[in-house]
């Protein structure tokens, strides 16, 4: 039992570059989420995932894309990076309902230049 | 101001002592969640509450509700100890799914315990 994997761990692009950010989860959740945590800001919601194809913005969505591939893989799009979006993005997944657990993967830290 | 708030931002202690962590939260909720974070690690659910007290090992945390008030404490500190502790709650929207279980974090506490 994995839990929750993130690839890749370490990732720098440039100002302008594309890439995806994959998260799979083998606890057969429901529900998915992608957070980035800067310093000084704690943990940010970017978006989340109820189901299989249905997604919806959490606290910072602008610059981001996300698809539910199917119900263990969540994937997270950065079309054009910024600087600002410099960050450790944690992928994280719980069952729906009543207040559960969430689940982390360990973390992918993308540097944008 | 933040609906969640952690007090300290940063703490020292020395190995074996007793440490408290507090968290205050200005919203209705349904759970609070202490989270760890080790340096350049991952993020590891120490509890989930919504009442009372929850013991794992050196680890207690409490809760008030009425008081929107929780607090983890560690006894007989260790350097392994060392890490951010995270406290992150469950705003009550009376809705079930991935919305309901948004969770809405703290700036977190540094903790290093010298041996």
């Known amino acids: 039992n994995a839990g929750v994997t993130q690839t890749p761990k370490f990732q720098v692009l440039k100002t302008g570059q594309s890439m995806t950010l994959q998260c799979a989860q083998d606890m057969n959740h429901n529900s998915m989420y992608w957070y980035r945590q800067d310093p000084g800001m704690g943990l940010r919601l970017i978006y989340y995932?109820?189901?299989?194809?249905?997604?919806d913005k959490g606290e910072v969505p602008n610059g981001y894309n996300v698809s539910r591939l199917n119900k263990r893989e969540f994937s997270l799009r950065l079309e054009s990076a910024a600087p600002s979006q410099t960050s450790v993005y944690f992928c994280?997944?719980?069952?729906?309902?009543?207040?559960?657990?969430?689940?982390f993967g360990p973390g992918t830290r993308l540097t944008v230049t | 101001k933040n609906e969640v708030e952690q007090s300290p931002q940063n703490l020292t202690a020395q190995e074996g002592e007793f440490i408290t962590i507090n968290c205050s939260y200005s919203v209705g909720i349904s759970a609070l969640h202490w989270l760890q974070q080790h340096p350049g690690g991952g993020i590891v659910s120490l509890f989930m509450l919504s009442s009372g007290k929850k013991k794992h090992g050196r680890l207690i945390a409490t809760i008030n509700i009425q008081e929107k008030h929780s607090s983890l404490h560690i006894t007989a500190s260790h350097p392994r100890d060392s890490a951010v502790y995270i406290c992150a709650v469950k705003p009550y929207w009376g809705r079930g799914g991935a919305a309901g279980n948004k969770l809405t974090f703290g700036g977190g506490t540094r903790v290093l315990v010298k041996p």
């Open positions: 994280a997944s719980t069952e729906s309902g009543l207040p559960y657990e969430q689940y």
């Open positions: 995932s109820a189901s299989e194809g249905t997604t």
